[in-house]
């Protein structure tokens, strides 16, 4: 199996197909590289398509010390997976954790970013709702470390932003919750303790954010309520950004729409390699709309 080895000797998890331009991809909590098997296809076309297993997620490495999971190694880790692929630069996407760790990835290796694109990121940004969040993440961690990754997958399959996907193709959402069941318990725990629950607020990385200048997509669905905030303030903050909305949709994005997300996607790709995205003009954060103020 191929490995890239992080700075900390962690090894992870990755595969990749098709040629060109590079395009990474990040999962989510409760996905792995599996999720990204409709981008895999369909970028894979195009382009040089990788995805990859975060730490705590086989066959990744599973520390089982939680100092070995934190936000910024998550970041660190992709830069990790395209050192080992000698990939100077790379188109980054990233879905809800992964989302967080391709924003900090734009942070900390802005120069190896061709873009970003952060899908579904924003739970537990909220400063006001920071202390529900980090609870909730302890309960999360004593639930799966009392009952197992088959229970939880049931329990969190089922979440007010994943009935969507349930709705709309009850076959993949099914597949969905079965490998979540698949993963570490001591790598979903640690995860969770490491760089879900210690992940800084989006509210807190202002003075980061105006300062990023890859081109940034960040994309969403309609009903996944705890990141459409979040996704307005990157919108406000990040001066090379553009929002988009996906209707109808929850959390899963990149599943449960799979065309859409990949158009989307696909489209700003494309702009930014031709040279087409756009810096915002300052005159677009005017306070009056019709400048008479």
Same mark, same amino acid.
């Given at each position: 199996?191929? %490995?890239?080895?992080?700075?900390?000797?962690?090894?992870?998890?990755?595969?990749?197909?098709?040629?060109?331009?590079?395009?990474?991809?990040?999962?989510?909590?409760?996905?792995?590289? @599996?999720?990204?098997?409709?981008?895999?296809? %369909?970028?894979?076309?195009?382009?040089?398509?990788?995805?990859?297993?975060?730490?705590?997620?086989?066959?990744?490495?599973?520390?089982?010390?939680?100092? &070995?999971?934190?936000?910024?190694?998550?970041?660190?880790?992709? *830069?990790?997976? !395209?050192?080992?692929?000698?990939?100077?630069?790379?188109?980054?996407?990233?879905?809800?954790?992964?989302?967080?760790?391709?924003? %900090?990835?734009?942070?900390?290796? /802005?120069? #190896?970013?061709?873009?970003?694109?952060?899908?579904?990121?924003?739970?537990?940004?909220?400063?006001?709702?920071?202390?529900? &969040? @980090?609870?909730?993440?302890?309960?999360?961690?004593?639930?799966?470390?009392?009952?197992?990754?088959? *229970? &939880? *997958?049931?329990?969190?399959?089922?979440?007010?932003?994943?009935?969507?996907? =349930?709705?709309?193709?009850? #076959?993949?959402?099914?597949?969905?919750?079965?490998?979540?069941?698949?993963?570490?318990?001591?790598?979903?725990?640690?995860?969770?303790?490491?760089?879900?629950?210690? @992940?800084?607020?989006?509210?807190?990385?202002?003075?980061?954010?105006?300062?990023?200048?890859?081109?940034? !997509?960040?994309?969403?669905?309609?009903?996944?309520?705890?990141?459409?905030?979040?996704?307005? !303030?990157?919108?406000?903050?990040?001066?090379?950004?553009? !929002?988009?909305?996906?209707?109808?949709?929850? %959390?899963?994005?990149?599943?449960?729409?799979?065309?859409?997300?990949? @158009?989307?996607?696909?489209?700003?790709?494309? =702009?930014?390699?031709?040279?087409?995205?756009?810096?915002?003009?300052?005159? /677009?954060?005017?306070?009056?709309?019709?400048?008479?103020?």
């Amino acid at each position: 199996m191929p %490995h890239a080895i992080a700075d900390d000797g962690v090894k992870l998890y990755y595969e990749q197909t098709g040629a060109g331009m590079p395009v990474i991809f990040v999962h989510e909590f409760a996905g792995d590289h @599996r999720s990204w098997e409709p981008q895999m296809r %369909h970028f894979g076309q195009r382009y040089r398509a990788i995805s990859f297993n975060a730490r705590g997620f086989p066959p990744s490495d599973v520390p089982e010390d939680v100092s &070995f999971y934190s936000q910024n190694r998550a970041a660190d880790d992709i *830069a990790a997976v !395209l050192d080992q692929l000698n990939i100077g630069q790379a188109h980054i996407v990233g879905l809800s954790m992964g989302g967080f760790a391709t924003l %900090h990835y734009g942070f900390r290796h /802005a120069s #190896r970013a061709r873009s970003l694109t952060v899908a579904g990121c924003g739970y537990g940004a909220d400063p006001a709702t920071r202390d529900g &969040f @980090r609870a909730e993440g302890a309960n999360t961690v004593e639930f799966i470390r009392e009952k197992g990754m088959q *229970a &939880f *997958a049931d329990r969190y399959a089922f979440g007010p932003t994943r009935v969507q996907f =349930q709705n709309k193709d009850p #076959r993949g959402f099914a597949e969905f919750q079965r490998q979540l069941a698949e993963h570490s318990a001591v790598g979903s725990a640690n995860t969770q303790l490491g760089v879900q629950r210690e @992940r800084p607020s989006l509210w807190d990385l202002q003075a980061e954010m105006q300062g990023l200048r890859v081109p940034t !997509l960040i994309l969403t669905g309609d009903e996944d309520w705890p990141c459409l905030a979040p996704g307005v !303030l990157m919108k406000q903050t990040i001066p090379s950004s553009a !929002l988009a909305v996906m209707p109808n949709c929850g %959390h899963g994005i990149n599943l449960e729409d799979p065309d859409q997300f990949n @158009r989307i996607v696909g489209d700003f790709i494309a =702009q930014v390699d031709a040279g087409r995205w756009p810096m915002r003009d300052p005159r /677009a954060m005017a306070a009056s709309i019709t400048g008479m103020r």
